[in-house]
């Protein structure tokens, strides 16, 4: 893909915002904006917890590169605002971005759909009193996850071991959202599959597989230490990693994201069946982040990554020419 820096304007790269995730965008998005400066794009940070997303129409902004990560830039906020502004914007549109926020409503389409996602009890504020949160484990056996269901990057998640800690981990999720997911802990190996592109011509990248020190691939393993080991190639047998890409595609296409995504999974190591767990509208670009690393290993660089996911920007409903115009 031959794309030229000069024909995408004038470009807002979204970093900071306001959700629990900030400090993980701030880093996104530098990533972003040096790589985008590298290839001699016109671009610009634009934190939108100090600015109000009018100046980008007020100073010319031409598409918008969203590294905002968790509420009010990956749930369809944003995503409304620049629709409204006329301003073409990277990754999912309105409903996806909505949908794939609430890991509940995501589970619900998923199932709906045939695909495999862990089994799950939603917590309703009202019914997070003691004698149903004691229920959960009956349901779906121990030990479970417990997290709010929209937020990402582990905040707030607990694997819960015993009913002893069922209580407080619904404490800590309920702090981050007033609904809480419990869900069903799949033994096995984790990995994760990013997708560029949109409907027929989207593509599954290479899977990554995750290896966390004891299993805690946590907030603080995520981004701020290197204890995390990544595998890309995975080392799958190579049928297991095309079943893979194969769901994601479906699960990708399902929600209705477009642009660039990536789901993560768990693959059972009893029967090694995958199940998958969320997807990302907007993945991260961090030095730590593996979308990037996926598409190194096609020998897309990071730079072109960045270049080739902002050529995608569009709306969900491109501008029309009004009567009379």
């Known amino acids: 893909m031959n794309i030229q820096a000069s024909d995408l304007g004038k470009v807002a790269v979204l970093l900071g915002g306001t959700s629990a995730e900030r400090e993980v965008s701030l880093m996104s998005g530098q990533g972003v904006l040096q790589a985008l400066l590298s290839r001699g794009v016109d671009a610009h940070p634009f934190d939108p917890a100090g600015r109000d997303l009018s100046e980008l129409k007020q100073h010319g902004f031409q598409r918008c590169f969203i590294a905002l990560h968790g509420r009010h830039g990956e749930d369809g906020t944003v995503q409304g605002a620049l629709e409204l502004l006329g301003i073409p914007y990277t990754g999912s549109g309105v409903m996806a971005s909505s949908v794939a926020m609430d890991k509940v409503m995501t589970k619900r389409l998923w199932s709906a759909e045939g695909l495999p996602t862990p089994r799950y009890v939603w917590l309703s504020p009202e019914q997070q009193t003691r004698e149903l949160v004691r229920q959960v484990p009956d349901e779906l056996g121990l030990p479970l996850i ?165 050529a995608s920007a569009t709306l969900d409903s491109p501008a029309k020419p009004q009567a009379g115009a």
């Open 146 to 310: 417990i997290k709010p269901p929209r937020e990402g990057s582990s905040i707030g998640v607990t694997k819960v071991r015993g009913y002893s800690q069922m209580q407080d981990a619904v404490t800590l999720s309920a702090r981050y959202d007033p609904d809480v997911l419990c869900e069903e802990f799949i033994e096995g190996e984790e990995v994760t599959c990013p997708v560029l592109g949109t409907g027929a011509e989207a593509r599954a990248l290479p899977v990554i597989r995750i290896v966390a020190p004891e299993g805690a691939y946590d907030y603080q393993n995520k981004y701020f230490t290197d204890d995390v080991k990544y595998q890309c190639p995975s080392g799958l047998p190579p049928e297991e990693e095309a079943e893979i890409q194969r769901i994601v595609l479906a699960s990708y296409r399902a929600l209705g994201c477009r642009g660039w995504g990536r789901a993560d999974l768990m693959i059972r190591a009893s029967d090694r069946k995958p199940f998958l767990l969320e997807m990302n509208t907007s993945p991260g670009m961090t030095g730590h982040s593996l979308v990037p690393m996926s598409a190194r290993a096609t020998g897309l660089s990071y730079e072109d990554l960045c270049l080739q996911v902002l």
